[in-house]
């Protein structure tokens, strides 16, 4: 009897550990699975491995970051994106890095992943990074060179360059494909466009001024 309670209390504790832990993606079942043409029309939920036998040292090497990327756009920003798609030995590591670079004043503009949460370590400069909570209250912290801010996942987020020196940094995520929905392009620079009167009364505005916002984004 006593051993059936503690089996019993035993399977609660387990039940509400894994409800109020933050899961990442699925965990693997081998050592890895090198994503075999993560680029190919079939999918399962993530990739195919590749044969082991034909996986080598560079499927794990990765040199997107290394460049500084080009700020010269309207945001100010670049983002290079070291997920599953560029980097195939991802594959259900449950593991991402970017790499940010932003111009003085430049953004990298509000956006939110709907599979991840971030790290934001800055490697130079200074940027403002902010989140929105779902209680819509705004955190922010202004971060110097060697410094970590994370951002929950889902949430809307930012980084902005406070400084007069073009900024870095290396964002970590705990998904192999974090997904990116852009704030900016998601409302106004959307294929189809959402209707006017959709845009207009959420944002109480007429449609002249959404006409504006949308012009900014045309592709
Ligand atoms: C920064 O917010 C990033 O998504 O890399
Ligand atoms: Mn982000």
Do not use: W
Not at 183 to 193: D, K, M, Q, R, S
């Amino acid at each position: 009897m006593e051993h059936k309670l503690a089996s019993l209390l035993l399977c609660c504790l387990i039940t509400i550990s894994h409800l109020s832990t933050c899961q990442a993606d699925p965990e693997q079942l081998q050592d890895f699975c090198v994503a075999n043409n993560p680029t190919t029309d079939t999918t399962i939920n993530g990739f195919f491995c590749k044969p082991a036998s034909s996986v080598i040292s560079d499927d794990f090497f990765f040199a997107g970051l290394a460049k500084e990327g080009n700020t010269d756009n309207i945001f100010g920003s670049s983002i290079a994106a070291g997920n599953v798609l560029s980097f195939p030995g991802l594959n259900t590591l449950g593991l991402a890095i970017n790499r940010v670079d932003i111009a003085p004043g430049g953004v990298n503009p509000l956006h939110s992943h709907p599979r991840s949460s971030e790290l934001v370590f800055v490697l130079k400069g200074n940027l403002l990074v902010g989140f929105i909570s779902t209680a819509n209250k705004f955190y922010s912290k202004v971060l110097g060179t060697g410094e970590t801010f994370v951002i929950p996942k889902g949430l809307l987020h930012f980084q902005y360059n406070v400084g007069n020196v073009s900024a870095t940094a290396i964002t970590l995520f705990n998904s192999q494909l974090p997904g990116v929905v852009s704030a900016p392009l998601g409302l106004f620079g959307v294929e189809p466009a959402i209707p006017m009167e959709v845009l207009t009364k959420t944002f109480q505005v007429n449609s002249s001024i959404i006409s504006v916002l949308e012009s900014n984004f045309v592709n």
